[in-house]
Structures are given as structure tokens and as C-alpha cells.
């Protein structure tokens, strides 16, 4: 069992940056790819970034490649999330989740691989 709890979100002109955190509970945190999606009001929830449990393998989607990244910390038990040059587009409840599947062979992009997903925090970028 893995329990998520996210921080860090807020409000940010755009240009701005964020940093968000997703601490986990449990002794097997290092054991799971973690990622990150996010839900604009009224749109589905989409992949942002994924990161694998020892760090070393990351993927990002394209509309994020270049601003955001992903990293983690093991020893803390903690994923984070980089968001640099934020656009109003970048609005939405920011979501952590974890899967307890070999990077190599889960398909990080659906949620439906996830098995934990945190509470969301929420990221307003103003115009």
C-alpha cells in the first residue's frame, strides 16, 4: 500500500515557475515508476511526466519537454515536479500516482496503469 500526498501547487503569473512535491508512505516507494498527470476543468486527465524507480529514466509529454522536470528522491520518499516558463495552459489539478510495474513494460502515458494517485493540488497560471 501507497499512500501520495501532494504539494507545492499555487498561483503564478505565467513566465513563472513551481516547484510540486509528492510524498509517499510505505517501504516500497523505490520499487515504483512514478508519474504525473493533470485535469483542466472539463478535459481528461493527461499524462505529464514519468520517471522510472531508480531515477535514471524519465519521459515527459511534449507539451511539457523542455519546461518541466521530473525527479525523485528515494531516501525521502518523494517525487517532484520542476515546472519552469509556466503558460495558462498549464492550469489544472496536478496529480501524482505511482505503479508498481517495471518501467520497461508499464505504459506510463494511461492512468489506468497507475495503481496509487495522490489527492491533486491545484496550479493556476495567470495571463
Known amino acids: 500500500q501507497v499512500q501520495l500526498v501532494e504539494s507545492g501547487g499555487g498561483l503564478v503569473q505565467a513566465g513563472g515557475s513551481l516547484r510540486l512535491s509528492c510524498a509517499a508512505s510505505?517501504?516500497?516507494?523505490?520499487?515504483?515508476?512514478m508519474g504525473w498527470f493533470r485535469q483542466a476543468p472539463g478535459k481528461e486527465r493527461e499524462f505529464v511526466a514519468a520517471?522510472?524507480?531508480?531515477?535514471?529514466?524519465?519521459d515527459y509529454a511534449d507539451s511539457v519537454k523542455g519546461r518541466f522536470t521530473i525527479s525523485r528522491d528515494n531516501a525521502k520518499k518523494t517525487v517532484y515536479l520542476q515546472m519552469n516558463s509556466l503558460k495558462p495552459e498549464d492550469t489544472a489539478v496536478y496529480y501524482c500516482?505511482?505503479?508498481?510495474?517495471?518501467?520497461?513494460?508499464?505504459?506510463?502515458?494511461?492512468?489506468?496503469?497507475?495503481?496509487?494517485w495522490g489527492q491533486g493540488t491545484q496550479v493556476t497560471v495567470s495571463s
Open positions: 500516482a505511482a505503479a508498481g510495474r517495471s518501467y520497461y513494460t508499464v505504459n506510463y502515458y494511461y492512468p489506468a496503469e497507475y495503481d496509487y
Open positions: 510505505g517501504r516500497t516507494f523505490s520499487s515504483y515508476v
Open positions: 520517471i522510472s524507480s531508480g531515477g535514471g529514466r524519465t
